[in-house]
Nanobody, 115 residues
Framework: QVQLVESGGGLVQAGGSLSLSCAAS????????MAWYRQTPGKQREVVAA???????SYADSVKGRFTISRDNAKNTVYLQMNSLKPEDTAVYSC?????????WGQGTQVTVSS
């Protein structure tokens, strides 16, 4: 079993920055893709950024140039640096990991951007 533990998030003014981190523990060897998703009430969950082990990161168009995803494979940890935040970035952000073809999710962390 794999557990994903997230940290970070919170409240920030528009234009500010926040960082998120997510550590995979348990039977977390062979973590393939790690990603961040976000969801707001009434909307579908959307992928924000993703990065495969040894691969290049990919981003949703809405966050390109503002968010940076990175990972530390030795620690099975993925990070999301969020800059130039906008009110529309407000959402619950959840960490995702693909481990041996199985999907795992973190508990979610609230990011609120005030205007």
């Amino acid at each position: 079993q794999v557990q994903l533990v997230e940290s970070g998030g919170g409240l920030v003014q528009a234009g500010g920055s926040l960082s998120l981190s997510c550590a995979a523990s348990g039977s977390s060897s062979s973590v393939n893709v790690m990603a961040w998703y976000r969801q707001t009430p009434g909307k579908q969950r959307e992928v924000v950024a993703a990065i495969a082990s040894g691969g290049s990161p990919s981003y949703a168009d809405s966050v390109k140039g503002r968010f940076t995803i990175s990972r530390d494979n030795a620690k099975n940890t993925v990070y999301l640096q969020m800059n130039s935040l906008k009110p529309e970035d407000t959402a619950v952000y959840s960490c995702y990991a693909n481990v041996r073809q199985r999907a795992y999710w973190g508990q979610g962390t609230q990011v609120t951007v005030s205007s």
